[in-house]
């Protein structure tokens, strides 16, 4: 799978010689990288940023900065800096995927080409220390960028006190409800536009969203109050959000994680016994 789109693929040895027309003032109408990465043009940033990284590359090879060695220094952490831009415009857009005005399916779509294509330009770290060249592991910082929408997700969803057993079975209601949309906005809307990169979005988020669940849960085990409340927390994690989430992507019938891989452990074998449950009973909750 090409990390490229069609007709933005520089040549061979991405990080050493690019396709000078990609560089041309006119390719990126003029505009700074700081402009394109504010206007996420992302692909042009990065393009641009390579192009700079390989010509300061090739100066210093060219003994340019003999007589001011502070001078690659400085333009060197500007490219970097210039990364680090990049890599949290990244983590912006998949803040912004699952709210109320969500992203578009170009947008997503250019970060995973973005992602894989500075992966094909950094392969691995430079033997002679090169920071330049330096891996920037974007796929990394996107996996947790992820986690951390997760969770603020599941934060908003059940963020409220509950009060006594009805209490919770109503948080209860309204958190599955809310992970059940995201998880549905996810597989209708992110997934595709992801998988044309070839990134596995569905099994990245569906992680994402076990984990934040499962700490939510444990939160919640620790403020409850009676064998009632941990029972319903129990429950449900079995019964309603684990066989939904096994069963199908979102209730929408199609296969997804196997039954047979881990799912979580919502309370400890400790926790549960000093209340009253057997550790049979825990088992059900790890899939």
């Known amino acids: 799978m090409e990390p490229w789109p069609a007709g933005l693929r520089p040549g061979r040895g991405l990080g050493r010689s690019l396709s000078p027309p990609l560089f041309s003032p006119a390719s990126a109408e003029g505009k700074s990288v700081a402009d394109l990465i504010t206007e996420r043009q992302l692909l042009a940033a990065l393009e641009q940023l390579l192009h700079l990284e390989t ?18 220094a400085r333009r060197a952490m500007d490219v970097c800096l210039h990364y680090d831009l990049l890599a949290a415009e990244i983590g912006a857009i998949v803040r912004e995927t699952l709210g109320s005005d969500g992203v578009d399916a170009a947008a997503l779509a250019e970060l995973a080409h973005v992602v894989r294509a500075e992966e094909e330009a950094h392969p691995a770290p430079q033997d002679d220390g090169d920071f330049l060249r330096t891996p920037r592991r974007w796929r990394q910082h996107w996996e947790e960028a992820v986690r951390r929408s997760a969770q603020e997700r599941v934060r908003q969803s059940g963020a409220r006190e509950a009060e006594g057993a009805s209490g919770l079975a109503q948080l209860l209601v ?20 992801y998988s044309a990169a070839g990134f596995p979005a569905w099994e990245v988020y569906l992680r994402a969203f076990h984990g934040a669940v499962a700490q939510r849960l444990q939160e919640l085990a620790r403020d409850a109050r009676g064998c009632e409340q941990l029972y319903l927390l129990l429950d449900w994690a079995a019964n309603v ?27 400890s074998p400790g926790r549960a016994e000093s209340r009253g449950f057997r550790p049979a009973l825990l088992r059900g909750l790890v899939f």
């Open 241 to 267: 959000y684990g066989r939904a989430t096994a069963a199908s992507p979102a209730g929408l019938g199609e296969p997804t994680l196997r039954r047979t891989e881990p799912f979580f452990s919502v309370l």
């Open 55 to 72: 010509r300061l590359v090739a100066e210093k090879a060219s003994r340019t900065f003999e007589q001011d060695p502070t001078a690659f």
């Open 174 to 193: 309204e958190l599955g409800g809310a992970v059940r949309r995201d998880l549905q906005k996810v597989w209708q809307e992110v997934r595709p536009a």
